[in-house]
């Protein structure tokens, strides 16, 4: 990327992703000296929630895979005043996630706020996915069954403190199929389902639940394609600040200002996108032949 388009996509970002200024008081009031959950912790948007929470004397419970990372993070965790367990799962096979439940209960009887950050990004076509049956099967399990299976188990120790649950989603969410997202898409929209249909009886229980819906974060995530080295993102500490006033305010979702835009679009544009995806998916098999 030239100088040139790198100044370009830094404007463009600015203009996309505003930055957000923290009412660092209503923060503290929120989250000092309460018990966190912070899934897919060990890197991106988890690591930089951990690290932001770390300064306000909270207790941590970090749930990755990464054993290493999670324990460089808990350092600094301890290091700025909090307190920090970690939980090493894989999410992808569903013994690890009970093994996980049965360890949250160990470390605690308390939960005030559970962040469900895990997640996993794919994108590969019908052709290519033929005999890849298990892409959607891990994809589904940690970005839908897991984290199910996680706030059915925590849901009474979160009505108890009537605190917090909240969604790190995707605006994909949100706007219509897109062709070669399949496995990642449906996965996500199945959970931001489950998880609105709850919203009523959530409430019921003085459960605050709420959604974030985030466009493209430049994490780890998404560093396999290189479709995305030049692409508008923002940043995982922007993420994080933007799920940090999330916590505190009275909104019960968030998402980016323009994504209003897109799903108006959706809606009137269905036949549009359609065709336009049809074009272009049929210029590129052109191209490979």
């Known amino acids: 990327m030239t100088n040139k388009n790198k100044v370009s996509k830094r404007i463009i970002e600015q203009f996309l992703f505003p930055s957000v200024t923290l009412n660092r008081t209503k923060l503290q009031k929120t989250v000092t000296g309460k018990t966190i959950v912070i899934t897919g912790a060990s890197y991106g948007i988890g690591e930089q929630l951990a690290l932001l929470f770390s300064t306000y004397n909270v207790k941590l419970i970090l749930i990755a895979r990464t054993a290493e990372k999670l324990n460089a993070i808990a350092d600094i965790v301890k290091e700025n005043g909090s307190l920090c367990n970690i939980i090493v799962a894989d999410f992808y096979q569903e013994t690890e996630t009970e093994r996980a439940i049965k360890e949250l209960f160990t470390l605690t009887d308390t939960i ?10 794919i994108m590969r076509s019908l052709e290519n996915s033929l005999t890849r049956y298990h892409d959607f099967t891990r994809t589904n399990s940690l970005n839908y069954l897991a984290p199910v299976n996680l706030i059915l188990a925590t849901t009474p120790l979160i009505k108890a403190t009537k605190g917090q649950i909240i969604n790190i989603s995707a ?8 062709p070669k997202w399949a496995a990642y898409q449906a996965s996500k929209t199945a959970f931001d389902q489950w998880f609105r249909c709850n919203l009523t009886e959530w409430k019921i229980m003085k459960i605050q639940a709420k959604t974030i819906y985030l466009p493209l974060v430049n994490t780890k995530m998404i560093a396999p394609n290189e479709k995305y080295k030049n692409f508008p993102a923002m940043q995982p500490e922007q993420a994080a600040f933007r799920i940090a006033k999330l916590i505190y305010s009275s909104k019960s979702y968030d998402k980016p200002w323009w994504l209003l835009f897109l799903q108006t679009s959706s809606f009137f544009g269905k036949y549009i996108w359609e065709k336009i995806s049809f074009l272009y998916l049929k210029k590129q098999n052109e191209k490979s032949i």
Do not use: E, H, V
């Open 171 to 178: 605006i994909n969410a949100l706007l219509l199929p897109a």
């Open 112 to 121: 005030d706020i559970f962040i469900s950050n895990a997640g996993k990004s």
